[in-house]
């Protein structure tokens, strides 16, 4: 069958939407009004700002002071052509000036505007430059950090982050041509790393390699790859990487920032050695710094704003901070927490829950996302409380389970199941410990032991015999506490009565001596005798 070439191509269109509706329009909304039977409430959900272009927010510090080109004016050549040295920096200028805001600029009709810095006249001592990047905001990270490098890409540098606006700082990835001899590191890729590894931080030769300054600009600290060992390689399974970042200790970190800074300690060299006699040549110049991340929100906000010079988070939850990161004043009956990206689609939004009231501070501790308002007793209360919970709040133990002891209130597994022994115990239900409430003759905590005295048979029952008070006599023997087992010439419980059958009888009797169980053994006879008749 052939399907003609539009369909194909709506088809095509159809899916594309669709894949971007389910990567990006995940945890977009914080709260929505739903109808219920009970009239329209409430329904919050865990949300975080949407990806934007971070370069717009940045500021930029470039280290040492001097390191801009310009001043004085200097000319430079180029790796490709080094004998050709016409192209001038001079920063009192504007249309030769290279300050470091061009890193960041829009550029417009195709022109290239950068940032450079100094020729390499001081050769042998190193060229070097940090440039400092500063939000003042924590971020997380939701595509690859690319660095554009004019005039070709530096043979040693290093990323390094802060997660503490700048006080303390780690290496996020080192780059250079040869891993080995600049850091001590042997090379890797992105590719070469495992869900295990994730987070390792590596030396990467790929982006370092001479191949031509107009080739290859690029350095890049590779996100989407990451992500894609989770949520596969066209990120469409998302989901997954979003419970990863709830389970994985320190996955959400390594993508989350403050600041960035690169460390540039070589530039590039065209592919040989240094050439003394032309170090006009050497010099790192970058055009672009594109940074896209998300406001880190602690899932508590939809929306990022600039306000006065900051990104700030528009908090939901009735959370507050630049981040969300506490509880408003008169929200704070328990202790925050971020929200979760579980359970998906929607995640939890751990609100903060106000003080004193019980109006409209319905927590259900992660185990309902629905409530209801129960207008005679005039409070709201979860519905359907899931994981074993019941409870306005969710915050009791269904019958038949106890609380665990080792779980927080919110936590999936804080209801365990009592198990009682349904012969053993009066009913399922059990005491805070777990305890179930035994019949006579039970014990144990699931009452599926028998006390002293008595024997399991579905059920405790009292022993008929044992080793102590309970003895078999006439040489019988206690069978599981549940029976003697008599010689043939006795029975009765205890085998206490002599089998007398007519003459076997007396001559049963007389082979005993004492007196007392010669009249006993006559009663029994005439006992027998009579009940013969
Ligand atoms: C760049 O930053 C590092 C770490 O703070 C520092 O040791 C180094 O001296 C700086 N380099 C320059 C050129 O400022
Ligand atoms: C950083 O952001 C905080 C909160 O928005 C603000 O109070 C502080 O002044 C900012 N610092 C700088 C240097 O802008
Ligand atoms: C990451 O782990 C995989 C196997 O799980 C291993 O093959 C790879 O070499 C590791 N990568 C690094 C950088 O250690
Ligand atoms: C936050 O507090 C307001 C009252 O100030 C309340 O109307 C709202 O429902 C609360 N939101 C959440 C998510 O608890
Ligand atoms: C009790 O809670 C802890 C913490 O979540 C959990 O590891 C443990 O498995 C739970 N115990 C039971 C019996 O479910
Ligand atoms: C639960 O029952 C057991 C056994 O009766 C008892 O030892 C324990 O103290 C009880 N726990 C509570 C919290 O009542
Ligand atoms: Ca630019």
Redesign the pocket.
């Known amino acids: 069958m052939r399907v003609a070439p539009a369909t194909v191509m709506l088809l095509q269109v159809v899916l594309f939407l669709q894949c971007i509706a389910l990567t990006l329009s995940q945890y977009d909304i914080c709260k929505s009004l739903v109808s219920t039977d009970d009239g329209p409430i409430w329904e919050y959900y865990a949300c975080q700002p949407k990806p934007a272009s971070m370069k717009d927010y940045m500021r930029i510090r470039v280290d040492p002071p001097g390191i801009t080109c310009g001043d004085p004016p200097e000319r430079f050549c180029t790796l490709e052509n080094p004998y050709l040295c016409s192209d001038e920096c001079d920063a009192s200028n504007p249309d030769l000036a290279h300050p470091p805001q061009l890193m960041q600029d829009t550029e417009r009709s195709g022109l290239i505007t950068y940032w450079q810095t100094v020729t390499w006249s001081r050769y042998p001592e190193p060229l070097l430059a940090n440039i400092s990047l500063a939000w003042n905001k924590s971020l997380e990270l939701t595509d690859d950090i690319s660095i554009t490098f004019e005039y070709g890409r530096p043979t040693i540098m290093v990323l390094d982050k802060s997660l503490d606006y700048g006080r303390t700082w780690q290496p996020y990835q080192f780059y250079a041509d040869d891993c080995m001899d600049a850091f001590g590191m042997a090379p890797k890729r992105v590719q070469d790393l495992s869900a295990t590894n994730v987070t390792r931080v590596i030396c990467t030769e790929q982006y370092s390699r001479w191949v031509g300054s107009k080739n290859e600009k690029s350095v890049r600290f590779e996100v989407r790859a990451r992500f894609a060992i989770f949520a596969g390689p066209r990120l469409l399974n998302m989901d997954n990487l979003y419970t990863r970042m709830e389970s994985m200790k320190g996955l959400r970190d390594f993508f989350t920032f403050t600041n960035l800074r690169l460390r540039l300690l070589r530039p590039a060299l065209g592919g040989t050695y240094v050439q003394r006699e032309n170090l006009k040549k050497y010099f790192y110049a970058i055009s672009n710094i594109e940074v896209r991340a998300r406001c880190k929100c602690n899932l508590h906000a939809g929306q990022c704003t600039f306000v006065d010079g900051n990104l700030q988070c528009e908090c939901e939850h009735n959370t507050t901070g630049q981040d969300c990161g506490r509880c408003k004043r008169g929200f704070r009956a328990k202790s925050w927490r971020p929200g979760s990206y579980l359970p998906t689609p929607n995640g939890s939004p751990n609100t903060c829950a106000a003080a004193g009231s019980t109006l409209g501070n319905c927590e259900c501790y992660g185990h309902s996302n629905r409530c209801s308002y129960i207008d005679f007793l005039n409070i709201v209360t979860c519905v359907s409380c899931k994981h074993n919970t019941r409870g306005q709040n969710c915050q009791h133990c269904r019958l038949g389970y106890f609380r665990?002891?080792?779980?927080?209130l919110d936590?999936?597994?804080?209801c365990?199941e009592c198990n009682c022994n349904q012969i053993g115990s009066v009913h399922d239900r059990c005491n805070e410990t777990g305890y179930c409430q035994c019949k006579d003759g039970s014990t144990g905590p699931k009452c599926e032991d028998c006390l002293p005295g008595y024997y399991w048979k579905q059920g405790c029952f009292p022993n008929v015999c044992d080793d102590e008070l309970l003895l078999c006599q006439n040489g019988g023997t206690c069978n599981q506490n549940q029976k003697c087992m008599c010689t043939p010439e006795f029975k009765g419980v205890l085998c206490e009565q002599p089998r007398c059958e007519g003459e076997d009888c007396d001559a049963a009797c007389t082979s005993y001596l004492s007196l007392a169980s010669l009249l006993l053994c006559l009663l029994a006879n005439q006992l027998a005798q009579l009940t013969a008749y």
């Open positions: 665990n002891a080792s779980a927080e936590d999936e597994s804080v365990i």
